[in-house]
Structures are given as structure tokens and as C-alpha cells.
């Protein structure tokens, strides 16, 4: 079956550090891949997308490219700041599955001032 | 537009009773999912509704959990009887279609606590 492996956390970084939260798949057919985040007291958003190999999504200065040959799709930001302190979840969804969504075990980021 | 709406936020029982989540999802959204997320985990889905059928409820323990999408919009969610194990957070989404391209939203969750 199909399954998603995030780095584990906690990660704590400083306000403008560099960040890389990694993230791997195993998937049976050719997967869409996702990030979502979900803040403080709030549901989980779609932060970034990727629908096929090489593809980059970006938003909000996050930046992940869809590496078929490794099965990697790590997330990155160059600068962090206070207010993206979140759980970030990587997710991948099988059109092969109706579209099901697999999704990893979150990684707490915290960035401190 | 409002989002996917949950209600209650939070709930506290005993095991063995009955509990019950409602979800609202956006208007227009045909599809609607239900997750359950366990303490440091990845939401899990349950049940995937298209309007009001259920198209996929291979992952939702059918001796104790029942879902229903009357009318096709608003959804709910019953557990009974509920054991301790059954602590999560149970979320609702919602999206205007099926397939990658469609982007799911989520809802705030419930946050179940069996004591």
C-alpha cells in the first residue's frame, strides 16, 4: 500500500534560519504530492502541490520539488519566521486509488524569535 | 465563503456511550470526507461521501462507527459504543470533486476524549 515518512520532530529553529522538513513515499501507482499545515486551534490547509515529476510547488515561501527517482518531496523555506510555527503534514493521492489521500505523521515546527 | 464547519469542538464521555459529530461542509462541495487523527499522527480517512453515497468506507469499523449524508450536505458521524481507544481528533473535509486536482478543505475538528 501506499505511505508517506516525515522527518520527526520537534524542529526548532530561529526567526530567518533555513528550513528543510524531509519527506518520502512509497506508492503503487503515480501519486500527486501535497504539504498541508495546520496552525494553532485550526484545521489543516494546503500550503503547496505537486502533480507530477520534477513539478515544483510554492507558496507563501515554501518551496517542494517532486523528485521521482528518489521518492522525495522535502519541504523548504530559505528564511522562517515566529508566525509559521505549525505541524506540517506531507500527503500523497493516488488517482490510481479515486484520488485517496495518504498522509504522514506531521512534523511540530516552532520557530522562536 | 465560510468553511467546513464541526460542531462540538470538543467532547468528553465515558466509554460505552454514544457519541455523535456534525459536519457542514462549504456549499457546492459534492464530496465530503470523514479522518480520524490520532495524538502525533496523520489524519486517517474513514469514509468518502460523493453527494450522498458512501464510495469508500473500507477504513470505518462498521461494528461500532455509522456515518450518514442525508440530502447530500450536511453529515454526521456516530459512534456507539465508544471505547477508549477511540480518542482522536475526528475531522471533516470537504472538495467540489474527486482526483488530485480538487483541493480538500478541513474543518477544525472534534476533539473526542474517552474516559
Known amino acids: 500500500g501506499n505511505s508517506v515518512t516525515q522527518m520527526e520532530g520537534p524542529v526548532t529553529l530561529s526567526e530567518e534560519a533555513f528550513l528543510t522538513i524531509n519527506c518520502t513515499y512509497t506508492?503503487?501507482?503515480?501519486?500527486?504530492l501535497f504539504w498541508y499545515v495546520q496552525y494553532p486551534g485550526e484545521g489543516l490547509q494546503l500550503l503547496l502541490k505537486a502533480t507530477k515529476a520534477d513539478d515544483k510547488g510554492s507558496n507563501k515561501g515554501f518551496e517542494a520539488t517532486y523528485r521521482k527517482e528518489t521518492t522525495s518531496f522535502h519541504l523548504e523555506k530559505g528564511s522562517v519566521q515566529v508566525s509559521d510555527s505549525a505541524v506540517y503534514f506531507c500527503?500523497?493521492?493516488?488517482?490510481?486509488?479515486?484520488?485517496?489521500?495518504?498522509f504522514g505523521d506531521g512534523t511540530t515546527l516552532t520557530v522562536k524569535p | 465563503e465560510a468553511g467546513v464547519v464541526q460542531s462540538p469542538r470538543y467532547k468528553i464521555i465515558e466509554k460505552k456511550q454514544p457519541v455523535a459529530f456534525w459536519c457542514n461542509p462549504i456549499?457546492?462541495?459534492?464530496?465530503l470526507y470523514w479522518y480520524r487523527q490520532n495524538l502525533g499522527q496523520g489524519p486517517e480517512l474513514l469514509i468518502r461521501?460523493?453527494?450522498?453515497?458512501?464510495?469508500?468506507d473500507s477504513q470505518l469499523p462498521k461494528d461500532r462507527f455509522s456515518a450518514e449524508r442525508l440530502k447530500g450536505v450536511d453529515s454526521t458521524l456516530k459512534i456507539q459504543p465508544a471505547e477508549l481507544g477511540d480518542s482522536a481528533v475526528y475531522l471533516c473535509?470537504?472538495?467540489?470533486?474527486?482526483?488530485?486536482?480538487?483541493?480538500?478543505?478541513f474543518g477544525p475538528g472534534t476533539r473526542l476524549t474517552v474516559t
Open positions: 461521501y460523493e453527494n450522498e453515497e458512501a464510495v469508500d
Open positions: 506508492a503503487t501507482g503515480y501519486p500527486s
Open positions: 500527503a500523497l493521492s493516488d488517482l490510481t486509488n479515486a484520488g485517496k489521500s495518504t
Open positions: 456549499s457546492g462541495h459534492n464530496t
Open positions: 473535509a470537504s472538495s467540489s470533486g474527486t482526483g488530485f486536482s480538487y483541493e480538500q478543505y
